[in-house]
């Protein structure tokens, strides 16, 4: 019948127009992959977190599933608080995929190794700034990112006034101590010293930029800060 037909001719159409076109893969990591696609005529990608071969299987499901989760409600809440984050798309928890809104320019790693000698100092500092402040939002609204690096972080269109924020699997929220905000600071100091070979006009621009959001948060976080540097070099010395 004619009318039957037309109805199922609709639905497959549906159905591929629900569907992604995959592109280039866009990072392959031992835990992730993130492939571009487009998602309903929109640019994005998709990441996927796989099983790893030497962990048991169902801790394995378990821990990526928690990742996801963590992920997806990170994003969740640094959007609330104003922080660029990219739109989540579509979330598949059975595969443990995520359909993400494809942020375009580089990463912040990226776009420091592309800073020419003349300007490097003053453009360390001011994306420091940008930084320290968006991360002092985070952590006053009681969000720790857990995987500060600068390759977690993208300048859309090669703006850092639109640095927006991914990665978010091993965030944390709610009640937040000093100590755990520092711990995130730390993790990206180290990050920014092992990755940047002059990383100290940019730490500079963060601590002030973190300072400008509240004060109060920034003197009890620095405090802390210190003393996990302490205990790091501490460390370092007994090896
Ligand atoms: N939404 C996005 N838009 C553009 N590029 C992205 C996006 N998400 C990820 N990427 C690219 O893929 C890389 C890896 O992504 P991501 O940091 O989320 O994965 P990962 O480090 O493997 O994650 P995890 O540590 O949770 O296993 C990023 O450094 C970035 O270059
Ligand atoms: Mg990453």
């Not at 994005?44 to 997806?72: C, M, W």
């Not at 595969?95 to 003349?118: F, R």
């Amino acid at each position: 019948m004619p009318e039957i037909e037309e109805e199922m001719d609709f639905e497959t159409t549906t159905e591929e127009g629900f569907g992604y076109e995959l592109n280039d893969i866009l990072y392959q990591g031992a835990e992730a992959k993130v492939t571009k696609c487009v998602w309903l005529g929109r640019e994005a990608v998709i990441k996927e977190r796989f099983s790893k071969g030497y962990r048991h299987p169902t801790l394995d499901t378990r821990l990526n599933k928690a990742r996801t989760k963590q992920e997806i409600r990170g994003m969740w809440k640094a959007r609330q608080l104003g922080v660029l984050v990219p739109t989540v798309y579509f979330i598949d928890s059975e595969k443990n995929q995520l359909i993400l809104e494809y942020i375009k320019g580089p990463t912040a790693k990226y776009w420091i190794s592309q800073l020419s000698s003349d300007e490097y100092d003053e453009k360390m500092r001011e994306f420091g700034a940008v930084l320290g402040a968006n991360l002092a939002k985070l952590h006053l609204g009681g969000l720790v990112h857990g995987d500060l690096t600068t390759s977690n972080m993208i300048l859309k269109n090669g703006d850092m006034s639109r640095l927006t924020f991914i990665d978010f699997g091993l965030s944390s929220q709610g009640k937040v101590t000093p100590e755990e905000k520092g711990v995130d600071l730390y993790v990206l100091e180290r990050a920014v010293v092992s990755t940047h070979e002059n990383s100290k006009a940019l730490l500079e621009g963060l601590m002030e930029g973190y300072k400008k959001v509240n004060e109060k948060q920034f003197t009890a976080v620095e405090k802390k800060l210190e003393e996990i540097r302490l205990r790091g070099r501490k460390r370092d010395m007994i090896g």
